[in-house]
């Protein structure tokens, strides 16, 4: 049987990757602040990651986030954004294609 009920965020437990939580406590620890490169897109932010910059690759080039008291509970993939919108096409070259 499939599954019964309305999908929601809600139902999922917050993933954090262990190795990314690893090296924060550790720079938590000693006072440092660097910025750590991370792949992984679906990882929650949590409260111990506020204060840091964690580069988030998304797909072409690492974008920088900085790690503000809002963001926790959220994916840093929500920051890193995948598509540039370049604009719509302009009429003109629309009417220029039709004759």
Same mark, same amino acid.
């Given at each position: 049987?499939?599954? !019964?009920? !309305?999908?929601?965020?809600?139902?999922?437990?917050?993933?954090?990757?262990?190795?990314?939580?690893?090296?924060?406590? !550790? /720079?938590?620890?000693?006072?440092?602040? *660097?910025?750590?490169?991370?792949?992984?897109? &679906?990882?929650?932010?949590?409260?111990? /990651?506020?204060?840091?910059?964690? &580069?988030?690759?998304?797909? /072409? *080039?690492?974008?920088?986030?900085?790690?503000?008291?809002? /963001?926790?509970?959220?994916?840093?993939?929500?920051?890193?954004?995948?598509?540039?919108?370049?604009?719509?096409?302009? *009429?003109?070259? *629309? &009417?220029?294609? !039709?004759?």
């Amino acid at each position: 049987m499939g599954y !019964k009920g !309305k999908w929601n965020e809600r139902n999922k437990n917050p993933y954090v990757n262990e190795k990314i939580l690893k090296k924060i406590r !550790k /720079m938590n620890e000693t006072g440092e602040r *660097k910025v750590i490169k991370v792949w992984d897109r &679906a990882c929650t932010i949590t409260e111990e /990651m506020v204060g840091h910059t964690i &580069a988030v690759y998304n797909g /072409m *080039k690492f974008i920088p986030v900085y790690i503000q008291p809002e /963001m926790v509970g959220h994916k840093l993939g929500e920051f890193s954004l995948t598509r540039t919108f370049r604009g719509h096409p302009d *009429k003109s070259a *629309k &009417a220029i294609k !039709k004759k």
